[in-house]
């Protein structure tokens, strides 16, 4: 598999987090909500710009100058560190190729303190 390929399904795997940032922040909404669409929109964009920026911070401290080969695989180990990190972050949740994946009753805990 090429880094691009593997970029392209790190990035759509990653990127599923942004349903559980939005709940968190929102709790509990449609997927039609337009504040839920919103959260999601912004979250999505962030997580990526987070990775991308740290990618490329690693890559201009370590060499001074960079290649567009360099630069994915520096953003694909970022996104595979962040999605490690978000898991710590909301046990008995993980994200996968479909979605973010639920291990209960692990994830209802991490889950029942988010919204009053």
């Known amino acids: 598999m090429s880094t691009e390929t593997a970029l392209r399904a790190a990035i759509e795997k990653f990127t599923h987090w942004r349903a559980v940032f ?4 929102l709790g509990t909404r449609a997927q039609q909500d337009p504040e839920c669409q919103a959260v999601r929109d912004h979250r999505e ?21 960079i290649t567009v080969a360099e630069f994915q695989q520096a953003l694909l180990d970022e996104i595979q560190y962040l999605d490690a990190d978000y898991e710590q972050k909301f046990p008995g949740m993980r994200s996968s190729a479909e979605g973010i994946v639920y291990d209960l009753p692990t994830a209802a805990e991490t889950m029942r303190h988010w919204r009053p």
């Open 22 to 25: 939005a709940g968190w922040q």
């Open 45 to 65: 964009l962030t997580m990526l710009l987070r990775a991308e920026v740290n990618a490329l911070t690693r890559l201009l401290i370590d060499h001074q100058s």
